[in-house]
């Protein structure tokens, strides 16, 4: 079983609908994070939690909210959809280990809004 | 600010033909240097943490290499099952707990024909 699982995989919605992308991890790592990766962007930080009561913006949250409902549970919502948030989203997670905190990725979910 | 730029952009190569990506970057103290592997439409998959200049780590055809400003992916005898983008992170030696971020470059499409 993998480790980061993303739910769901594929999303097509309309604009303004309100959706849920939903990040589970049976690593045992505090940390989770939600990317959004554009063609020619690069991945760009939207959310990062360091553990269930501890949630920071990243660099891109406008439009974005997330809840941390457990250690191992991090989900993304966006309230009302709009077509620029048409992308590739990722979750991750990670430890420190060897002095590094390594981040290790789901499969993603592609959203597309209409 | 963190800066990390891959070259080239894209690299096509015939099996067997080994070649190098570069990935050159600018940070205020490296904590870690990170390559992953990315397929169309799927998650990064971790591939190498290289902490500090000198060090090397290998994986099956792959090297990776790191000095102080730049490091190397090396493709030993590549086969067309490692076509994929590869994309380059680093992590900077923060005060506040700003030590998770990661900075990614835009990636390398490698394609590698048979």
């Known amino acids: 079983d993998a480790d980061v699982t993303q739910t769901p995989r594929n999303r097509i919605t309309k604009t303004g609908k309100r959706i849920m992308l939903e990040c589970s991890q049976t690593?045992?790592?505090?940390?989770m994070y939600w990317y959004r990766q554009d063609p020619g962007l690069g991945l760009q930080l939207i959310y990062y939690?360091?553990?269930?009561?501890?949630?920071n913006k990243g660099e891109i949250s406008d439009g974005y909210s997330v809840s941390r409902q457990a250690q191992a549970k991090f989900s993304l919502s966006l309230e009302s959809a709009i077509p620029n948030q048409t992308a590739l989203y990722f979750c991750?997670?990670?430890?420190?280990?060897?002095?590094?905190?390594?981040?290790?990725f789901g499969p993603g979910t592609r959203l597309t809004v209409l | 600010e963190d800066q990390v730029t891959q070259s080239p952009e894209a690299l096509r190569l015939q099996e067997g033909e080994s070649s190098s990506l570069n990935c050159s970057y600018t940070?205020?103290?490296?904590?870690?240097l990170f390559w992953y592997r990315q397929d169309p439409g799927k998650g990064p998959e971790f591939l190498f943490t290289?902490?500090?200049a000198g060090e090397e780590k290998e994986k099956e055809r792959l090297k990776a290499t790191l000095t102080k400003k730049e490091s190397f992916l090396h493709i030993t005898a590549p086969k067309p099952e490692d076509s994929a983008t590869y994309l380059c992170?680093?992590?900077?030696?923060?005060?506040?707990?700003?030590?998770?971020?990661?900075?990614f470059g835009k990636g390398t499409l490698l394609t590698v024909n048979p």
């Open positions: 991750a997670t990670s430890g420190t280990s060897g002095g590094a905190d390594t981040q290790y």
């Open positions: 690593k045992g790592h505090d940390r």
């Open positions: 939690s360091f553990d269930v009561k501890d949630i």
């Open positions: 940070v205020s103290g490296l904590r870690g």
């Open positions: 290289l902490y500090s």
């Open positions: 992170a680093v992590q900077a030696r923060y005060s506040g707990g700003s030590n998770y971020k990661l900075t």
